[in-house]
Nanobody, 125 residues
């Protein structure tokens, strides 16, 4: 059974940094895309950062470009999200997601096969 387990969320002041981790298990290298979505209260799920596991190509949501960086450690089956210069509007539940297929629109949640339970990020002003 596939599992995605997030960690690293927490509370931080604006301008601070956090690093999220997503450890995957239950399948061996079959995902094409791994990455992060977030949902703030009252808002729809938003694509944050996605990485193509084979080529390493990355996609970022407009609101996080230049501040967040996604990376992967294939040996550990783990994907990371380094979040710098955090803003209060980054406050949300962050979810890890995996797709077995390459998607036309990787920053939209449609098409992802597996989801983690989420980790909360709270940024205070």
């Amino acid at each position: 059974q596939v599992q995605l387990v997030e960690s690293g969320g927490g509370s931080v002041q604006a301008g601070g940094s956090l690093r999220l981790s997503c450890a995957s298990s239950g399948y061996r290298g079959s995902s094409k895309l791994l990455g992060w979505f977030r949902r703030a209260p009252g808002k729809e799920r938003e694509g944050v950062a996605i990485i193509h596991t084979a080529g390493g190509y990355t996609y970022y949501g407009d609101s996080v470009k230049g501040r967040f960086t996604i990376s992967q450690d294939n040996a550990k089956n783990t994907v990371y999200l380094q979040m710098n210069m955090l803003k209060p509007e980054d406050t949300a539940m962050y979810y890890c997601a995996a797709s077995l297929y390459t998607l036309t629109h990787p920053l939209t949640p449609v098409g992802y096969d597996y989801w983690g339970q989420g980790t909360q990020v709270t940024v205070s002003s």
